[in-house]
C-alpha cells in the first residue's frame, strides 16, 4: 500500500477519535442537559442514555485504533499473521458490544412509557433511529466475521506458499 494512502488513513482515523472525545466530553453531556431543560421529565433518562452513548462512542474508536494497529501491518507487510486476528477480533468485539449497547436501548424505548413533549414523534424518530443502529451494527459484525475468514485463508495460503518456496 502507498506511504502516501496510509498517512492519509492514519490522519483520517485521528480526526475520527479525536471528533468521538469532543463528542464524550463535549457534545452527548450538553446535549442531554440541553433536553433536560427543555423538557424537564426526561431528567431520569439523561444519565443511563448519556452512559450508553458513551461507552457506544467508545466502541467506535476501539476499532478505530484496532484499524490503526492492521495498518502498521499492513506497512510492515506482515497482515497474514496471526497477530492480525486479535486486532479483527477486537473490532468484531467492539462491534458486538456496540449492537447489543442498540439493543438495550431499542428495547427500552419500546417497552417503557417515555414521556414526550408533543405528539410522541421524538420517541418514535428514536426508536426508529434504534432499531436502524441494530441492523446497520448486525450487518457490520457479520462483514467483518466474513472478512476474518477471509483473513484466516490468505494467511494459510501464505504460510503454504512460504514452505513451497
Known amino acids: 500500500m502507498h506511504r502516501l494512502f496510509i ?16 463528542g464524550q466530553i463535549v457534545v452527548i453531556p450538553t446535549t442531554a442537559a ?3 431543560d427543555r423538557f424537564p421529565p426526561y431528567a431520569p433518562f439523561a444519565a443511563p442514555y448519556v452512559t450508553v452513548a458513551i461507552v457506544g462512542v467508545a466502541c467506535v474508536q476501539v476499532a478505530l485504533v484496532a484499524v490503526w494497529m492492521l ?3 499492513v506497512r510492515r507487510g506482515a497482515i497474514f499473521t496471526p497477530m492480525a486476528f486479535r486486532w479483527v477480533d477486537a473490532i468484531i468485539g467492539s462491534s458486538v458490544v456496540a449492537t447489543l449497547l442498540a439493543v ?4 427500552h424505548l419500546a417497552l417503557t412509557d417515555i414521556p414526550s413533549p408533543d405528539d410522541g414523534m421524538e420517541v418514535i424518530g428514536a426508536l426508529g433511529g434504534a432499531v436502524v443502529a441494530v441492523v446497520m451494527g448486525v450487518s457490520f459484525a457479520m462483514i467483518m466475521v466474513i472478512m476474518r475468514s477471509l483473513l484466516r ?7 503454504e506458499l512460504a514452505e513451497v518456496v
Not at 482515523?13 to 471528533?19: D, G, K, R
Not at 438495550?104 to 428495547?107: A, Q, S
Request: aromatic share 4%.
Open 7 to 22: 498517512v492519509a488513513l492514519r490522519a483520517g482515523l485521528v480526526a475520527a477519535i479525536l471528533a468521538g472525545l469532543f
Open 34 to 36: 440541553d433536553e433536560v
Open 71 to 73: 495498518l502498521a501491518m
Open 104 to 107: 438495550g436501548v431499542t428495547g
Open 153 to 159: 485463508k490468505a494467511t494459510d495460503l501464505q504460510s
